[in-house]
């Protein structure tokens, strides 16, 4: 800015006073708007690494799999179609962030934050997602399969015709979310809360929600056919056409709000 000055200094002295500074003002204003853009776009251009900050860039298809992107800034990025296998994405904020299509198999990345991200027909397999967020998130025919997902948080998400099998997502939160048509075979919900959730049409066979919360719930059509439900709580859900045959209801509490017998199976005794 000295620079600026010494160079403007003979000609605004032929300026009245009032005249020179607005001047001045005018142009650091414009030197402000041409440099700052640069400096943003140029952070686009970091190479991957731990808390790098790609917040808005577009990485669409961009190969990063195996990179080390923990506690890294992501949020509002173009991830479509990326490769992200086996990256390492703990603590990273991922929110609103378009994972559409993109492969996010195995990758680590507990505490990590997905909040309304778009992840419809994402690969997760075999990933690390303890505790981490994807509330009000599009997971649309994602393949979340063999997945540790422990204390997740799904709430409000959107997983219609999703893939969750042989995934762990013990005392996790899937309230009020859109679990329509989705296949969790073998799939552990024990204790997690699906209060208000759209499970119609889904297949949960050999699941487990013992204990789980699954009250005021869309269960028509759902196939439970040898799930545990032990000790869950089903008041005021809409069972009609759900298949229970050889599940385990001892102990739960029924849409009517009865408590089932123990050792009840297939039905609510």
Same mark, same amino acid.
């Given at each position: 800015?000295?620079?600026?000055?010494?160079?403007?200094?003979?000609?605004?002295?032929?300026?009245?006073?009032?005249?020179?500074?607005?001047?001045?003002?005018?142009?650091?204003?414009?030197?402000?708007?041409?440099?700052?853009?640069?400096?943003?776009?140029?952070?686009?251009?970091?190479?991957?690494?731990?808390?790098?900050?790609?917040?808005?860039?577009?990485?669409?298809?961009?190969?990063?799999?195996?990179?080390?992107?923990?506690?890294?800034?992501?949020?509002?990025?173009?991830?479509? !179609?990326? #490769?992200?296998?086996?990256?390492?994405?703990?603590?990273?904020?991922?929110?609103?962030?378009?994972?559409?299509?993109?492969?996010?198999?195995?990758?680590?990345?507990?505490?990590?934050?997905?909040?309304?991200?778009?992840?419809?027909?994402?690969?997760?397999?075999?990933?690390?997602?303890?505790?981490?967020?994807?509330?009000?998130?599009?997971?649309?025919?994602?393949?979340?399969?063999?997945?540790?997902?422990? !204390?997740?948080?799904?709430?409000?998400?959107?997983?219609?015709?999703?893939?969750?099998?042989?995934?762990?997502?013990?005392?996790?939160?899937?309230?009020?979310?859109?679990? &329509?048509?989705? &296949?969790?075979?073998? &799939?552990?919900?024990?204790?997690?809360?699906?209060?208000?959730? #759209?499970?119609?049409?889904?297949?949960?066979?050999?699941?487990?929600?013992?204990?789980?919360?699954?009250?005021?719930?869309?269960?028509?059509?759902?196939?439970?056919?040898?799930?545990?439900?032990?000790?869950?709580?089903?008041?005021?859900?809409?069972?009609?056409?759900?298949?229970?045959?050889?599940?385990?209801?001892?102990?739960?509490?029924?849409?009517?709000?009865?408590?089932?017998?123990?050792?009840?199976?297939?039905?609510?005794?």
């Amino acid at each position: 800015m000295q620079n600026i000055d010494s160079l403007f200094d003979t000609e605004l002295l032929l300026l009245n006073q009032n005249e020179a500074k607005m001047l001045k003002n005018r142009i650091y204003i414009f030197i402000l708007c041409t440099f700052l853009p640069i400096t943003a776009m140029a952070e686009c251009f970091d190479p991957p690494e731990s808390k790098v900050n790609w917040d808005g860039c577009d990485k669409t298809a961009a190969q990063l799999s195996k990179a080390n992107l923990r506690e890294a800034v992501l949020k509002k990025a173009n991830l479509s !179609k990326a #490769n992200l296998e086996s990256a390492l994405l703990s603590d990273a904020d991922l929110g609103y962030a378009n994972l559409s299509e993109a492969n996010l198999s195995k990758i680590k990345a507990k505490n990590a934050r997905f909040v309304s991200a778009k992840l419809n027909k994402a690969i997760l397999d075999n990933a690390r997602l303890e505790n981490s967020k994807f509330d009000r998130a599009k997971l649309n025919h994602a393949k979340i399969r063999n997945v540790s997902g422990k !204390k997740a948080h799904f709430y409000n998400a959107q997983l219609n015709s999703a893939d969750l099998s042989d995934s762990n997502f013990n005392n996790s939160n899937f309230e009020q979310a859109d679990l &329509t048509a989705t &296949t969790a075979i073998n &799939t552990n919900f024990h204790q997690s809360k699906l209060s208000y959730a #759209n499970l119609q049409a889904a297949n949960f066979q050999n699941a487990d929600f013992s204990k789980a919360k699954l009250d005021n719930t869309d269960l028509s059509d759902a196939n439970f056919n040898s799930a545990n439900l032990e000790g869950a709580d089903l008041h005021n859900a809409d069972i009609n056409n759900a298949d229970f045959t050889n599940a385990k209801l001892g102990n739960a509490i029924w849409v009517d709000r009865r408590r089932c017998r123990p050792g009840s199976v297939g039905i609510c005794k």
